[in-house]
């Protein structure tokens, strides 16, 4: 049961470059989350969906896609990156109903861009 | 809008000290409290959550709505409590978004 899978947990790009970040849950959960993490901001809501079908915008969104492939996959995909997007990027996953707010998470990715 | 606010970006301790996180919240329906924890080299976990109302690793937090506070407090601090902790709120109708603050660093010396 390896839970929240992020791919892939190092990454260097050039601006302007493309990429997307992959995340699997194995936990058969409906929700799915994708964050970014700076020093001083703390953990910020990029997209989420809330079940497989449906995405919405979080807090910041902007320069990111996002793709609810199935229930188990939710892709993030920068498709110009800019420096301001140099950040540790988390997906992470919740039963929804009663354990909402129970939010599982991958080990991150720490994305660069020069 | 939904927000959190922990005032303390960095906290220092020594080990059997008290120690008391804050967080505070806005939000003007019913609110649920959670507390996450992210260990050097782990990922970020659940601590606790305020329904459940229980103690974890000696932890205890008591949502308090007259002064939209979710204070996280333990009365003897161990170097291992050393971590980065996250208050977050989540509310019913929100599309289960979770919102977190900024995050505040433990430090429990020797």
């Known amino acids: 049961n390896a839970g929240v899978t992020q791919t892939p947990k190092f990454q260097v790009l050039k601006t302007g470059q493309s990429m997307t970040l992959q995340c699997a849950q194995d936990?058969?959960?409906?929700?799915m989350y994708w964050y970014r993490q700076d020093p001083g901001m703390g953990l910020r809501l990029i997209y989420y969906?809330?079940?497989?079908?449906?995405?919405d915008k979080g807090e910041v969104p902007n320069g990111y896609n996002v793709s609810r492939l199935n229930k188990r996959e939710f892709s993030l995909r920068l498709e110009s990156a800019a420096p301001s997007q140099t950040s540790v990027y988390f997906c992470a996953s919740s039963g929804g109903g009663v354990h909402t707010g129970e939010l599982f998470f991958g080990e991150g990715s720490r994305l660069t861009v020069l | 809008a939904q927000r959190v606010t922990q005032p303390e970006k960095l906290l220092s301790v020594f080990k059997g000290a008290p120690v008391e996180l804050k967080c505070n919240y806005s939000?003007?329906?019913?609110?649920?409290l959670f507390w996450y924890v992210q260990y050097s080299r782990q990922r970020l976990q659940l601590l606790l959550r305020?329904?459940s109302r229980e103690s974890i690793k000696g932890f205890t937090a008591d949502l308090n709505k007259g002064e939209t506070s979710f204070h996280l407090k333990k009365p003897f601090a161990q170097e291992e409590d050393s971590a980065m902790y996250y208050c977050a709120l989540c509310c019913w109708g929100s599309n289960y978004k979770l919102t977190f603050g900024k995050g505040t660093l433990l430090t429990v010396n020797p």
């Open positions: 936990m058969n959960h409906n929700s």
């Open positions: 939000y003007s329906g019913s609110p649920e």
């Open positions: 305020h329904i």
């Open positions: 969906s809330a079940s497989e079908g449906t995405t």
